[in-house]
């Protein structure tokens, strides 16, 4: 597939670099730093067997373990990313754990949308989804509030979307490094945009000394 994500394709292809080789130790840092955030969050989602969750960005897949002891390998979980070396790991637990009802895609999130939705929609598959959740990724993506308003627009009506990720608002030296590890901003009014979008808004920001946030909403209609 054809993707595009930062402003220019060098970059692009410096992030997408950057983040195949981290897959490699990723799941070791994830697992350790943002395991209490990520059990929370996945809980806030408030899925039931045979939803359909989207995952964006999926990363290696550390979240459908956490996905699975609600579905019990049932409805469906869409696992969307850019890097195919994170993709490549998800796919090693998707076949390590005989999951049947995980679908992997190379895509760039900017181009989540209806219209994307209803061209990969099937029977199995459909247009709409029971929930959305975006761990540590809008603060690194381009174009994030597009992406928060997309994510919702494709969601069924009283879906749920969580959003996982930094704010900091005051210049640091832990901002700078988590820049540094995650090429994105720490700064980003992701969650404070998502307020003014959603019914319901619930926010815990309490993880990991403050700088982690868990913020969830629901669709109205």
Known sequence: METKMYGTEEAQKKAITYYDKLSVIYDFISNWYYKKARKFAISELK??????????????????????????NSGNIIGIDLSNGMLAQAK?????????????????ATKIDQDWMTDFSNDKFPVKVDAVFCDLGLSGLPEWENIVDNMISILKPKGRIVILDWYLEESSLRGDFVKWIGKGEVNRPIYQYLKTKVVDFQLDDSFNFGGVFVASGTKLV
């Open 92 to 108: 090693k637990k998707v076949e390590a754990n005989n999951y049947k009802n995980v679908q992997l895609i190379l895509e760039n």
């Open 47 to 72: 899925i039931n067997k045979g939803n359909t969750v989207l995952n964006l960005p999926c990363g290696t897949g550390v979240n459908f373990k956490y996905f699975q002891k609600f579905l019990q």
